[in-house]
């Protein structure tokens, strides 16, 4: 909130007259408390990299400050789901922390501060673009606040800030210089002042107080911009439910009629040649094979899905002439379930797919993206049949896509393509061996319990495959138990794993068929 003007003669009014109320006390002292935290649990950011689950309760210490200090926050009803959602991404930093587990506790964090400030929800477009330039503009938050204390502390003439500033600066400087000057002639104040030197590690790059207070310090500025938020002028007072542009209307019925009416016709092909080949398998004319057929033209089929519902949208807007017309709406809804089948005909072929290769992370994403449009083409069948506007759509997606990552974040997903890639490919109708240097790739501690498995559900007979499994599984399993030791690298996920895991099974005895004679 911008300070009114005043003259030198005049006071500052009641409100303003202490800038140290209690209120703002508790948030430097939070801000403080929780900058001093995060500096003991990361070490000075170096254990970012491979945090624990120690991140989660600093992110629940953080909700927790916020809610004690900031009162519109605990009133709003908005807020509530908001911060519900925080806490869920909380727990999940907490079970085994993820970069998509703390985007989604900033996101949620971040909404249940600003909601308040700016009314309603609205529209989930706005706060896509409002999210991030928060984030851009955030550590302004701080020097603005730091330019007001200034501006009051001269308003109220109790003291020359700038002067004892300067004061401090000289006497800091000249103190050092004067430090230096005797550490050459006392070996005592030498060793002590090379002691405070090493202490700052400047000299290493290593966590000394240096650095330990430039870690403080961004930490402020970053949790300063949490507890005094700004409130940004071109947002202040603009609605956040604002109308969406108005899409362009059609001439008339004629023209919607003949193109709907062909592009079912154009869909209809598509999808019966999919019920005839891929979902039925019948035999396949001469000359193409099933692999073929099954891996060619997923993205085309994704962009066909879109531009259908690009068509929807536009001819058949809230209040258009032509959302009132019987006909218009049965070829639509004919058109939205053809293109819902040729969305799941491409899921099917992607299954297909990886039942031939493999499951990789591409692939899980490719599948989650395709449920989204799924999701997205009946939520714009039930738009129409409710007659809905286009932010409850986009509202409605959004919900959905939160939704799904907030899934995603309880999900093993190394463990659950470990598993898949291991058991498919040691099935006789796969792969004749299995191939581990996708798995050990994989780089994560959360294949350990896959590997297990694995290892004990194949025959001893397949020596090279049992030592590959034995093999990764133990440098997986080293590699998680020191990770457990470090109390800032600890899991709740990791512990769970090895204790489902047990002790590793000792090396296998040399097969004496295999060992030459001397």
């Known amino acids: 909130m911008p300070i009114a003007s005043a003259s030198p003669g005049q006071t500052l009014p009641a409100r303003n007259h202490s800038p140290l109320r209690p209120s703002f006390v508790l948030k430097v002292l939070a801000i403080t408390v929780l900058a001093v935290l995060a500096d003991f649990v990361l070490s000075a950011g170096q254990a970012l990299p491979q945090v624990g689950s120690i991140i989660g309760f600093l992110a629940f210490a953080w909700l927790g400050a916020l809610l004690a200090c900031d009162s519109l926050m605990r009133r709003s009803r908005a807020s509530r789901f908001a911060v519900i959602g925080a806490s869920l991404a909380g727990f999940a930093l907490i079970v085994e922390p993820s970069l998509l587990a703390g985007l989604l506790f900033l996101t949620g964090l971040a909404l249940a501060l600003l909601m308040p400030r700016h009314g309603e929800f609205g529209n989930a477009l706005a706060w896509a673009v409002r999210l991030p330039l928060y984030g851009v503009l955030s550590p302004m938050a701080a020097l603005l606040d730091a330019g007001r204390l200034v501006r009051i502390m001269r308003w109220r003439g109790g003291f020359a800030l700038g002067g ?30 090379a002691a405070f030197w090493d202490a700052l590690a400047l000299q290493s790059g290593g966590t000394g107080l240096f650095w330990h207070g430039l870690f403080v310090l961004a930490s402020v500025v970053a949790l300063w911009a949490s507890f005094r938020p700004l409130r940004l002028r071109p947002f202040a007072g603009a609605s956040t439910r604002a109308s969406l542009p108005v899409l362009p209307s059609w001439p008339g019925m004629a023209p919607v009629v003949i193109a709907l009416a062909a592009f079912n016709l154009v869909f209809a092909l598509q999808n019966a040649s999919d019920i005839a080949f891929l979902w039925s398998g019948a035999k396949l004319p001469e000359g193409v094979t099933f692999s073929q057929y099954a891996h060619r033209g997923t993205q085309a089929l994704v962009l066909a899905a879109f531009l259908a519902a690009g068509f929807v949208l536009v001819c058949l807007r809230t209040g258009s002439p032509l959302a009132g017309k019987a006909s218009v709406r049965l070829l639509v809804y004919l058109w939205i379930g053809q293109t819902m089948l040729l969305v799941a005909s491409t899921m099917v072929r992607i299954v297909a797919y990886i039942e031939a290769y493999s499951l990789t992370y591409l692939r899980i994403t490719a599948l989650i993206f395709l449920f989204l449009v799924l999701t997205g083409l009946a939520l714009i069948s039930w738009r129409i049949a409710r007659r809905r506007d286009g932010v409850w759509l986009i509202n409605a997606n959004a919900l959905c896509l939160a ?48 590997l297990k498995d694995a290892s004990m559900a194949t025959d001893t007979a397949q020596s090279r495959d049992l030592a590959e499994l034995r093999g990764l599984r133990q440098a997986v399993q080293t590699r998680l138990e020191a990770q457990q030791v470090d109390w800032r690298r600890w899991t709740l996920a990791g512990a769970w794993r090895l204790q489902q895991a047990g002790p590793l099974p000792d090396p296998a005895p040399p097969n004496p068929a295999l060992t030459p004679s001397p």
Do not use: H, K, M
């Open 403 to 450: 939704s799904v990552l907030g899934v995603c974040c309880f999900v093993n997903f190394e463990g659950v393509i470990a598993r898949w890639n291991l058991e498919r490919q040691g099935s006789p109708q796969t792969f004749e061996r299995r191939d581990t240097f996708y798995v050990g790739s994989l780089g994560g501690t959360g294949t350990l319990l896959a």
């Open 164 to 193: 004892i500033a300067g004061g401090l600066l000289v006497a800091s400087l000249g103190s050092v210089l004067f430090l230096l000057l005797f550490s050459d002639a006392n070996p005592l104040i030498g060793l002590g002042f």
